[in-house]
């Protein structure tokens, strides 16, 4: 069996100040499979990816391809060994256009020696025709959809021919039309002889794709078997070190005033008409298929994008809200889907990205009282679970699930009215989702209103008071909770008038 291992890595160790990320992993890749990582949020996963794709060096240990010692300096000789890697955090550059994001770092050259921008051009065109994809080579990137971004990253690590391709997380954000074209690439790459290492936190996408699956825990490989010889329980627990009573800590709460109130709102292109409330202690959901106007719907009412008709009425008082300040100074704030555009300060520790937003609130007498101030992130960290030497880390050291924890705790922090949680809990691993939905049963208790946004429906039925259907642009549908089925948000999330 061994002459098929195309990639075996050998003894890895990986320690960060404070964690000992990677704890003597061994595992091989066989040609023309997938080969699937599950664990925890921090476990190590996308340390190792890093690893093999030549971004961190390992402590210890080897990497071999075809049965070679091989030596993974850097990107640049990781792709020249015919390794690329889709990486978990969106990490582009705004104004890059889409034919440069296509491109970088391997210009076609003219005879001369320049940059063959003709040929990029006639290149990228071909591709994007290829591919379906309606958006022009000059498109810049800041003025694409994440999930836009997503499918082009995954473009361009299969378009150059690697044998070994790594995805991490590569569906957490593209619509599920996207996801099947993505599951037909994989196919073809496998027919050709590649292999993919793919990470997800997505049991049913797992089950469907994988040929084997390791399961990581705590930097150290629990356990690896083909597919057949696993089941999803047995997976979870593995990943999890407990058995996981997997529903949701959904309690009866009174409902009390109408908190936010949306009457007719508009933002031509985007949605028409749109009209909704959130009381105390309600949890309302908007469910619909990716590109229904969800999102753009909750960045409107956020300040982050205009509309041009409809009233927001808040706690009983019409409001204009122009810009994000003025929504956070009504007690509405808005966990963002897009991370990295809109919810981290890269470079800053822990504490300082969950305390940023409520600063204000740790300060009185002209001095901050920073005592205070850390024993209420310690406790928010805690009570989530977030996995961190200390809350001094800087954040993007954090894993990409912590990291989302951190700001959802930014947000919790500064005791808003209303929260706006926008795919809360994408890229949360099956234990930690749990402690998130105990949070947002905690802040019902606290009469808060929370409007939540999920592609999941398993989880809207789990945790919702009623559900919003958007379907293009407009309110298909309102379903109380005793109504909730997935069939019926279905036919409402798919009506085409
Ligand atoms: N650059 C870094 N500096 C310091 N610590 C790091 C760094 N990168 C990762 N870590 C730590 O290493 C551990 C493993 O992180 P890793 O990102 O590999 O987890 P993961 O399994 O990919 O999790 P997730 O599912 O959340 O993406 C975590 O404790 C993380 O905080
Ligand atoms: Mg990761």
Same mark, same amino acid.
């Given at each position: 069996?061994d ?5 075996? @890595?050998?003894?890895?160790e ?21 080969h699937v990582l ?11 990816m890093?690893?093999?794709n030549?971004i ?19 990107p ?6 015919? /390794? &690329?890697?889709?990486?978990?955090e969106l990490?582009?550059?705004?104004e890059?256009t ?5 491109? @970088?770092?391997n ?23 290829r591919?379906?994809?309606?958006y ?8 694409l ?8 990253? /995954? ?19 593209? $619509?599920?039309?996207? @996801?099947e ?5 994989i196919?073809?790459? %496998? ?7 793919? /990470?997800s ?21 629990i356990?690896?078997r083909? %597919? ?9 627990s ?15 709460v009174?409902?009390g ?13 985007n ?18 298929l990716m590109?229904a106007g969800?999102?753009?719907i909750m960045? &409107?009412?956020?300040g982050?994008d205009?509309?041009?008709?409809g ?6 008082e ?6 994000v ?12 889907e ?18 940023l ?5 740790? /300060?009185?007498r002209?001095?901050?009282h920073?005592k205070?101030?850390?024993?209420v992130?310690?406790d ?8 961190t ?8 050291s ?15 922090v500064t ?22 939905y105990?949070?947002?049963m ?17 989880e ?12 293009k ?19 409402l999330? $798919?009506?085409?008038?």
């Amino acid at each position: 069996m061994d002459e098929v291992v195309k990639l075996r @890595v050998r003894n890895i160790e990986k320690s960060f100040p404070g964690v000992k990320a990677l704890d003597n992993i061994n595992f091989s890749v066989r040609k023309g499979t997938v080969h699937v990582l599950c664990g925890e949020n921090g476990a190590g996963k996308s340390t190792l990816m890093k690893i093999i794709n030549g971004i961190y060096k390992a402590d210890a240990g080897e990497i071999l391809i075809d049965g070679k010692v091989v030596e993974v300096q850097d990107p640049i000789k990781a792709r020249s060994l015919g /390794i &690329s890697m889709i990486f978990q955090e969106l990490n582009y550059i705004p104004e890059m256009t889409v034919e440069e994001s296509l491109f @970088v770092g391997n210009w076609p050259k003219n005879r001369y020696g320049n940059v063959d921008w003709g040929a990029i051009r006639r290149n990228t065109i071909v591709l994007l025709n290829r591919e379906g994809l309606d958006y022009s080579p000059e498109t810049k990137l800041k003025d694409l959809t994440v999930s836009d971004i997503q499918m082009l990253e /995954i473009l361009k690590a299969i378009s150059w021919n690697s044998d070994i391709i790594i995805m991490d997380e590569p569906t957490s954000a593209i $619509t599920q039309k996207e @996801v099947e074209v993505l599951f037909k690439k994989i196919n073809e790459l %496998k027919s050709r002889g590649a292999c993919i290492i793919y /990470i997800s936190h997505k049991m049913d996408e797992i089950f469907k794709i994988a040929d084997e699956i390791t399961v990581f825990r705590d930097g150290c490989v629990i356990d690896s078997r083909p %597919k057949e010889q696993y089941d999803m329980e047995t997976v979870i627990s593995q990943m999890v070190g407990r058995k996981l009573e997997n529903n949701f800590p959904k309690e009866e709460v009174e409902i009390g005033n109408t908190l936010l109130e949306v009457k007719n709102l508009t933002n031509k292109g985007n949605f028409n008409e749109i009209s909704f409330h959130v009381r105390e202690g309600e949890i309302i959901g908007f469910a619909g298929l990716m590109g229904a106007g969800r999102t753009e719907i909750m960045r &409107s009412l956020f300040g982050l994008d205009e509309y041009q008709s409809g009233e927001i009425i808040i706690k009983g008082e019409k409001v204009s809200i122009k810009t994000v300040k003025d929504c956070i100074n009504k007690k509405v704030v808005m966990l963002s889907e897009d991370r990295r555009r809109y919810g981290i300060v890269p470079v800053r520790s822990v504490r300082e990205n969950v305390s940023l937003s409520s600063l204000k609130k740790f /300060i009185y007498r002209g001095r901050l009282h920073a005592k205070e101030e850390n024993a209420v992130i310690e406790d928010y960290c805690k009570k989530m679970r977030v996995k961190t030497p200390t809350v001094e880390t800087s954040i993007e050291s954090l894993s990409g699930g912590n990291q989302q924890k951190v700001i959802l705790a930014k947000w919790m922090v500064t005791d808003p009215d209303v929260l706006i949680l926008d795919e809360p809990t994408r890229g949360i691993d099956v234990g930690a989702k749990y402690e998130i939905y105990v949070l947002m049963m905690e802040l019902a208790k606290q009469k808060k209103g929370i409007i939540m946004v999920s592609s999941e429906l398993p989880e809207l039925i789990g945790m919702c008071d009623r559900i919003y259907v958007i379907s293009k642009g407009k309110v298909a549908g309102e379903l109380m909770r005793s109504d909730f089925s997935q069939e019926e948000i279905m036919k409402l999330a $798919t009506k085409t008038s």
